[in-house]
Protein backbone atom coordinates (compact mmCIF):
# COMPACT_ATOMS: atom_id res chain seq x y z
CA UNK A 1 0.00 0.00 0.00
CA UNK A 2 0.65 3.94 0.07
CA UNK A 3 0.44 6.21 2.20
CA UNK A 4 -0.53 9.42 -0.32
CA UNK A 5 -0.72 13.52 0.91
CA UNK A 6 -2.48 16.04 -0.83
CA UNK A 7 -3.01 19.88 -0.15
CA UNK A 8 -4.91 21.87 0.15
CA UNK A 9 -7.67 19.11 0.56
CA UNK A 10 -10.18 22.25 -0.54
CA UNK A 11 -10.48 26.29 -1.64
CA UNK A 12 -12.62 27.88 -3.42
CA UNK A 13 -10.45 30.20 -6.12
CA UNK A 14 -11.32 33.54 -8.27
CA UNK A 15 -11.71 33.13 -11.97
CA UNK A 16 -8.60 33.57 -14.19
CA UNK A 17 -6.30 32.85 -11.17
CA UNK A 18 -4.11 29.53 -10.76
CA UNK A 19 -3.58 27.10 -8.16
CA UNK A 20 -1.02 24.55 -7.61
CA UNK A 21 -2.24 21.04 -5.60
CA UNK A 22 1.18 19.16 -4.12
CA UNK A 23 0.89 15.25 -3.59
CA UNK A 24 3.29 13.33 -1.05
CA UNK A 25 3.59 10.07 -1.35
CA UNK A 26 5.43 7.85 1.69
CA UNK A 27 7.46 5.96 -0.41
CA UNK A 28 9.41 6.26 -4.09
CA UNK A 29 7.33 5.48 -7.24
CA UNK A 30 7.70 5.87 -10.87
CA UNK A 31 4.75 7.19 -12.11
CA UNK A 32 2.15 9.12 -9.81
CA UNK A 33 -1.06 9.72 -11.66
CA UNK A 34 -3.56 13.07 -11.92
CA UNK A 35 -7.14 12.85 -12.17
CA UNK A 36 -10.34 14.57 -12.12
CA UNK A 37 -13.60 14.22 -10.73
CA UNK A 38 -16.14 16.88 -11.46
CA UNK A 39 -19.68 16.60 -9.81
CA UNK A 40 -21.65 13.72 -10.46
CA UNK A 41 -19.00 12.30 -12.85
CA UNK A 42 -16.41 9.23 -12.89
CA UNK A 43 -13.00 9.92 -12.69
CA UNK A 44 -10.76 10.96 -15.47
CA UNK A 45 -7.08 11.11 -16.22
CA UNK A 46 -5.61 14.41 -16.85
CA UNK A 47 -1.67 13.12 -17.13
CA UNK A 48 0.53 10.95 -15.57
CA UNK A 49 3.50 12.49 -14.18
CA UNK A 50 7.35 10.66 -14.74
CA UNK A 51 10.20 11.61 -12.69
CA UNK A 52 13.02 13.19 -15.19
CA UNK A 53 10.55 13.58 -18.24
CA UNK A 54 7.27 15.83 -19.37
CA UNK A 55 4.26 14.87 -18.09
CA UNK A 56 2.19 13.25 -20.50
CA UNK A 57 -1.34 14.01 -21.09
CA UNK A 58 -4.51 12.28 -22.04
CA UNK A 59 -6.70 13.41 -24.84
CA UNK A 60 -8.49 16.54 -23.58
CA UNK A 61 -6.00 17.80 -21.22
CA UNK A 62 -2.86 20.25 -22.39
CA UNK A 63 -0.34 21.15 -20.86
CA UNK A 64 -1.04 24.72 -20.65
CA UNK A 65 -3.95 24.19 -18.91
CA UNK A 66 -2.57 21.22 -16.00
CA UNK A 67 0.96 22.13 -16.35
CA UNK A 68 3.05 19.41 -13.57
CA UNK A 69 6.19 18.76 -12.19
CA UNK A 70 7.59 15.80 -10.35
CA UNK A 71 11.03 17.15 -9.35
CA UNK A 72 11.85 13.72 -7.23
CA UNK A 73 10.19 10.03 -7.14
CA UNK A 74 7.81 10.85 -3.59
CA UNK A 75 6.70 14.21 -4.63
CA UNK A 76 4.37 15.98 -7.35
CA UNK A 77 2.42 18.82 -8.62
CA UNK A 78 -0.54 19.64 -10.11
CA UNK A 79 -1.64 23.43 -11.42
CA UNK A 80 -4.56 24.41 -12.36
CA UNK A 81 -4.35 27.55 -14.45
CA UNK A 82 -6.60 30.49 -15.41
CA UNK A 83 -9.37 29.05 -13.47
CA UNK A 84 -13.21 29.43 -14.62
CA UNK A 85 -16.31 27.39 -12.98
CA UNK A 86 -15.79 24.72 -15.09
CA UNK A 87 -12.61 23.64 -13.58
CA UNK A 88 -14.27 23.58 -9.82
CA UNK A 89 -14.03 19.46 -9.57
CA UNK A 90 -12.05 17.05 -6.93
CA UNK A 91 -8.88 16.67 -8.07
CA UNK A 92 -6.73 13.36 -7.03
CA UNK A 93 -3.46 12.39 -6.89
CA UNK A 94 -2.65 8.54 -7.20
CA UNK A 95 -0.35 5.74 -7.54
CA UNK A 96 0.12 1.97 -8.87
CA UNK A 97 0.51 -0.93 -6.21
CA UNK A 98 3.16 -2.72 -6.77
CA UNK A 99 1.81 -6.49 -5.53
CA UNK A 100 -0.04 -8.94 -7.21
CA UNK A 101 -3.32 -6.98 -8.27
CA UNK A 102 -1.12 -4.93 -11.00
CA UNK A 103 -2.47 -1.42 -11.84
CA UNK A 104 -4.28 -1.25 -8.52
CA UNK A 105 -4.59 2.21 -7.30
CA UNK A 106 -4.14 4.30 -4.05
CA UNK A 107 -5.22 7.92 -4.14
CA UNK A 108 -5.02 10.68 -1.87
CA UNK A 109 -7.71 12.29 -0.10
CA UNK A 110 -8.47 14.74 -2.92
CA UNK A 111 -8.38 18.90 -3.47
CA UNK A 112 -11.53 19.94 -3.60
CA UNK A 113 -11.56 23.45 -5.63
CA UNK A 114 -14.95 25.56 -6.37
CA UNK A 115 -14.47 28.74 -8.95
CA UNK A 116 -16.45 31.38 -8.24
CA UNK B 1 -10.77 4.11 -25.68
CA UNK B 2 -13.77 2.04 -23.54
CA UNK B 3 -17.20 2.57 -22.84
CA UNK B 4 -18.36 1.26 -19.32
CA UNK B 5 -21.57 1.11 -18.33
CA UNK B 6 -23.41 0.88 -14.88
CA UNK B 7 -26.18 1.90 -12.91
CA UNK B 8 -26.60 5.27 -11.89
CA UNK B 9 -27.98 4.70 -8.13
CA UNK B 10 -29.71 1.89 -6.16
CA UNK B 11 -31.27 1.27 -3.05
CA UNK B 12 -30.96 -1.89 -0.73
CA UNK B 13 -31.95 -2.99 2.58
CA UNK B 14 -29.58 -3.90 5.67
CA UNK B 15 -28.63 -7.25 6.00
CA UNK B 16 -29.94 -8.21 2.26
CA UNK B 17 -27.56 -8.99 -0.73
CA UNK B 18 -27.55 -6.56 -3.79
CA UNK B 19 -25.65 -6.95 -7.21
CA UNK B 20 -24.20 -4.20 -9.00
CA UNK B 21 -23.71 -4.59 -12.82
CA UNK B 22 -21.06 -3.27 -15.17
CA UNK B 23 -20.56 -3.94 -18.64
CA UNK B 24 -17.59 -2.32 -20.73
CA UNK B 25 -16.70 -2.11 -24.22
CA UNK B 26 -12.53 -1.37 -24.80
CA UNK B 27 -10.00 -1.79 -27.47
CA UNK B 28 -7.34 -3.21 -25.25
CA UNK B 29 -8.20 -5.37 -21.68
CA UNK B 30 -5.94 -5.98 -19.31
CA UNK B 31 -8.15 -6.75 -16.13
CA UNK B 32 -11.31 -5.26 -14.25
CA UNK B 33 -11.48 -3.39 -11.07
CA UNK B 34 -14.30 -2.52 -8.19
CA UNK B 35 -13.81 0.63 -5.78
CA UNK B 36 -15.67 1.74 -3.53
CA UNK B 37 -16.13 5.65 -2.54
CA UNK B 38 -17.53 7.29 0.32
CA UNK B 39 -18.67 10.70 0.10
CA UNK B 40 -15.65 13.00 0.62
CA UNK B 41 -13.43 10.33 0.68
CA UNK B 42 -10.69 8.95 -1.81
CA UNK B 43 -11.84 5.73 -3.82
CA UNK B 44 -10.30 2.22 -2.06
CA UNK B 45 -9.94 -1.13 -3.86
CA UNK B 46 -12.48 -4.27 -3.87
CA UNK B 47 -11.57 -6.10 -6.08
CA UNK B 48 -9.72 -7.20 -9.36
CA UNK B 49 -10.39 -9.68 -12.39
CA UNK B 50 -8.85 -10.26 -15.27
CA UNK B 51 -9.62 -13.94 -15.92
CA UNK B 52 -13.26 -15.30 -16.03
CA UNK B 53 -15.15 -15.92 -13.21
CA UNK B 54 -15.89 -15.61 -9.26
CA UNK B 55 -13.22 -13.94 -7.15
CA UNK B 56 -14.73 -13.95 -3.38
CA UNK B 57 -13.40 -11.52 -0.21
CA UNK B 58 -15.39 -11.53 2.52
CA UNK B 59 -18.55 -10.15 2.24
CA UNK B 60 -17.84 -9.02 -1.47
CA UNK B 61 -17.49 -10.91 -4.54
CA UNK B 62 -16.75 -9.90 -8.21
CA UNK B 63 -17.71 -11.70 -11.61
CA UNK B 64 -16.03 -11.36 -14.85
CA UNK B 65 -16.83 -12.52 -18.30
CA UNK B 66 -14.84 -11.11 -20.93
CA UNK B 67 -16.57 -12.87 -23.71
CA UNK B 68 -19.63 -10.39 -22.73
CA UNK B 69 -18.18 -8.06 -21.76
CA UNK B 70 -19.62 -7.98 -18.01
CA UNK B 71 -18.83 -7.73 -14.79
CA UNK B 72 -20.95 -7.52 -11.60
CA UNK B 73 -19.96 -6.54 -8.03
CA UNK B 74 -21.97 -8.87 -5.00
CA UNK B 75 -22.16 -7.31 -1.64
CA UNK B 76 -23.72 -9.79 0.91
CA UNK B 77 -25.06 -9.33 4.36
CA UNK B 78 -25.31 -5.58 3.43
CA UNK B 79 -24.46 -2.93 6.76
CA UNK B 80 -24.92 1.21 6.99
CA UNK B 81 -21.58 1.68 6.45
CA UNK B 82 -21.92 -0.07 2.46
CA UNK B 83 -23.91 3.41 1.52
CA UNK B 84 -21.29 4.36 -1.29
CA UNK B 85 -20.57 4.87 -4.80
CA UNK B 86 -18.87 1.19 -6.22
CA UNK B 87 -16.90 2.12 -9.43
CA UNK B 88 -16.37 0.04 -12.03
CA UNK B 89 -12.97 0.81 -14.26
CA UNK B 90 -11.64 -1.43 -16.85
CA UNK B 91 -7.43 -1.25 -17.07
CA UNK B 92 -6.72 0.00 -20.38
CA UNK B 93 -3.19 1.46 -22.04
CA UNK B 94 -2.49 5.16 -21.15
CA UNK B 95 -1.41 7.90 -23.76
CA UNK B 96 2.00 7.19 -21.66
CA UNK B 97 1.90 3.15 -22.30
CA UNK B 98 1.19 2.08 -18.88
CA UNK B 99 -2.00 0.25 -17.93
CA UNK B 100 -3.96 2.10 -15.54
CA UNK B 101 -7.89 1.77 -14.69
CA UNK B 102 -10.28 3.91 -16.40
CA UNK B 103 -13.25 4.67 -14.51
CA UNK B 104 -17.21 4.17 -15.20
CA UNK B 105 -19.45 6.94 -13.67
CA UNK B 106 -20.53 5.08 -10.77
CA UNK B 107 -23.25 3.53 -9.20
CA UNK B 108 -24.36 4.75 -5.77
CA UNK B 109 -25.59 2.45 -3.23
CA UNK B 110 -28.06 3.55 -0.55
CA UNK B 111 -28.39 0.81 2.18
CA UNK B 112 -31.70 1.74 4.44
CA UNK B 113 -32.55 -0.19 7.71
Known amino acids: SAVISQKPSRDICQRGTSLTIQCQVD?????MFWYRQQPGQSLTLIAT?????????ESGFVIDKFPISRPNLTFSTLTVSNMSPEDSSIYLC?????????????FGEGSRLTVL | GQNIDQPTEMTATEGAIVQINCTYQ??????LFWYQQHAGEAPTFLSY????GLEEKGRFSSFLSRSKGYSYLLLKELQMKDSASYLC??????????????FGRGTSLIVHP
Open chain 1, 94 to 106: SVKGTGYDTGELF
Open chain 1, 27 to 31: SQVTM
Open chain 1, 49 to 57: ANQGSEATY
Open chain 2, 49 to 52: NVLD
Open chain 2, 26 to 31: TSGFNG
Open chain 2, 89 to 102: AVSDITSGGSYIPT
